[in-house]
Nanobody, 126 residues
């Protein structure tokens, strides 16, 4: 069983930056593609960004392109989501997820992920 814990959420003003991190218990962290999803009140969970096992490939939702950057540190079993120029519509619970998947593939669908963290709240005030 792999455990994930997200850190770094909080309340910020529009235009601010925030960095989320997700620490995992996976002994073979490099075997997992990693993703970030979010869920706003009253809405379905949506894909934000994902990164391949090696970190060489990344994909982003249109809403995240140009403002968010996903990265990973395989030596520290950690994945990051750096968010810039936050907007009130970015307010959501952000979830980290891990997918045991082939190298190079970057999954975007939540049903492709095997493990999930409990989430961290990000609130952006206008």
């Amino acid at each position: 069983q792999v455990q994930l814990v997200e850190l770094g959420g909080g309340l910020v003003q529009a235009g601010s930056s925030l960095r989320l991190s997700c620490a995992t218990s996976a002994r073979t962290f490099g075997s997992f593609a990693m993703g970030w999803f979010r869920q706003a009140p009253g809405k379905e969970r949506e894909f934000v960004a994902a990164i391949s096992r090696s970190g060489g490939d990344t994909v982003y939702a249109d809403s995240a392109k140009g403002r968010f950057t996903i990265s990973r540190d395989n030596a520290r079993n950690t994945v990051f989501l750096q968010m810039y120029n936050l907007k009130p519509e970015d307010t959501a619970v952000y979830y980290c997820a891990a997918a045991l998947i082939g190298s190079g593939y970057v999954p975007r669908r939540d049903d492709e992920y095997d493990y999930w963290g409990p989430g961290t709240q990000v609130t952006v005030s206008s």
